[in-house]
Nanobody
Framework: QVQLVESGGGLVQPGGSLRLSCAAS????????MRWYRQAPGKERELVAV???????NYADSVKGRFIISRDNAKNTGYLQMNRLIPEDTAVYYC??????????????WGKGTLVTVSS
């Protein structure tokens, strides 16, 4: 049984920084792509950033240059470093990962989310 657990959310002032973590646990053979999504009140969930197994990255235009996605394969953990936060970044942030439980079997997993509030 595999779980993804996000942490690191909270209240931060505009211009501040937060670092989100996404820890995978359970019967894990390997982790393929890891993604961060966010969902603001009244809006649809949107993709924020993705990092592949070979650590290629891609970002939504709205966070490019401010957010950095990374991963530590030894710890089965992904990160989202968020800098120069603005009120529009306020949302619940969700981690998503494609996880192989054996060499051939994989599933897509979601975490339960962590709330980020950017406000003075």
């Amino acid at each position: 049984q595999v779980q993804l657990v996000e942490s690191g959310g909270g209240l931060v002032q505009p211009g501040g920084s937060l670092r989100l973590s996404c820890a995978a646990s359970g019967s894990i053979f390997s982790i393929n792509a890891m993604r961060w999504y966010r969902q603001a009140p009244g809006k649809e969930r949107e993709l924020v950033a993705v990092i592949t197994s070979d650590e290629s990255t891609n970002y939504a235009d709205s966070v490019k240059g401010r957010f950095i996605i990374s991963r530590d394969n030894a710890k089965n953990t992904g990160y989202l470093q968020m800098n120069r936060l603005i009120p529009e970044d306020t949302a619940v942030y969700y981690c998503h990962a494609v996880i192989y439980t054996t060499r051939a079997n994989y599933m897509r997993y979601w975490g339960k989310g962590t709330l980020v509030t950017v406000s003075s």
